[in-house]
């Protein structure tokens, strides 16, 4: 049974009740990381839940930490992970065991959850002023959101670039989105109208909905039947060019984020750095 991943739709939500599902011995053969861990001798349990506000590992976003708990036992999340659509909550019972079918309440720890989602959102706000500043440069969705170093990459050139430019051009429009307390919000939709308004498509099922984060001053997303109109203002936008800065940023995406751009605080670019065929931006958020 596929896990419920409850931050899809709100990526706020720190606790939610659950049902265990699964406490397995075995892991499947996919899960290379707990294979490691066993390799080394370490022992961990694994908890599957019918829901979860746990973030799993994956789109360059490190896992949730946090605790499972109920009346019978308090379990300790040191890890997370996802292997076919079934989320993994890895770590140790601090005291007391569960039992399949009984309700446990999770809670997420706060405290990573935002730096994270900082550093991811402001992954994202660093493309939004790319693709205004270098639309020719190609995103490549690999993006490394992790507290040691996060940077963005993409498909293009350096040469002949002014680096020191480019690295204050960057900041500067970052920052004024920032000061400016853009909000983050959630559309869900399918793939042809998500290729109308995002530079970067992922791979989804045929006839799954993805998740599209956007960046900037909400107003409708209505698919072109119901409001073409609207609809086509709105893909213009958010290709944007030079002379016309993108009022908004949509992002395939199934990661968490902050509620408001403001809550990054500052962000600044640590290197532009032309690696073969691609460029990486690293950039850091304030502490
Ligand atoms: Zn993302």
């Known amino acids: 049974m596929e896990t419920k991943l409850l931050y899809l739709e709100d990526f706020t939500r720190l606790t939610c009740d659950a049902k265990i599902v699964g406490i397995p011995r075995e892991m499947p053969e996919n899960d290379s990381h707990t294979y490691t861990m066993r390799s080394h001798g370490i022992c961990m349990d694994v908890l599957i839940l019918n829901q979860?506000?746990?973030?799993p590992q994956g789109g360059g976003q490190p896992y949730d930490?946090?605790?499972?708990?109920?009346?019978?036992?308090?379990?300790?999340?040191?890890?997370v992970r996802m292997a076919d659509n079934i989320v993994r909550h890895i770590g140790h019972f601090e005291h007391g065991a569960f039992a399949e079918g009984k309700r446990v309440e999770c809670r997420v720890d706060a405290e990573r959850r935002l730096l994270h989602s900082r550093i991811h959102s402001a992954g994202h706000l660093v493309d939004w002023a790319v693709a205004e500043l270098k639309p020719v440069w190609t995103p490549d969705p690999r993006g490394y959101h992790y507290p040691n170093g996060p940077y963005v990459t993409y498909t293009g050139s350096l040469q002949g670039e002014d680096k020191e430019k480019l690295k204050n051009d960057i900041e500067e429009v970052c920052s004024r989105r920032i000061a400016a307390g853009e909000e983050?919000?959630?559309r869900f939709m399918n793939?042809?109208?998500?290729?109308?308004?995002?530079?970067s498509i992922p791979d989804l099922p045929d006839g799954k909905p993805g998740r599209v984060?956007?960046?900037g001053r909400a107003f409708d997303v209505s698919p072109p039947r119901r409001n073409p109109e609207k609809?086509?203002?709105l893909a213009r936008a958010?290709?944007?060019?030079?002379?016309?800065?993108?009022?908004?940023?949509?992002?395939?995406?199934?990661?968490?984020?902050?509620?408001?751009?403001s809550e990054i605080r500052g962000l600044t670019?640590?290197?532009?750095?032309?690696?073969?065929?691609n460029i990486r931006i690293g950039y850091d958020v304030a502490s």
Not at 65 to 79: H, L, R, W
Not at 238 to 252: E, H, T, V, Y
Not at 269 to 277: L, P, S, T
């Open 52 to 55: 979860t506000v746990f973030y």
């Open 65 to 79: 930490t946090g605790v499972i708990e109920s009346p019978a036992g308090k379990f300790v999340v040191e890890e």
């Open 184 to 186: 983050v919000s959630i």
């Open 191 to 199: 793939q042809e109208e998500m290729k109308k308004i995002s530079r």
């Open 213 to 215: 984060i956007m960046f």
């Open 231 to 233: 609809f086509s203002t």
């Open 238 to 261: 958010s290709r944007g060019s030079l002379n016309f800065p993108m009022k908004q940023c949509f992002i395939p995406c199934g990661g968490t984020h902050i509620r408001n751009l």
């Open 269 to 277: 670019i640590r290197k532009i750095k032309q690696e073969g065929a």
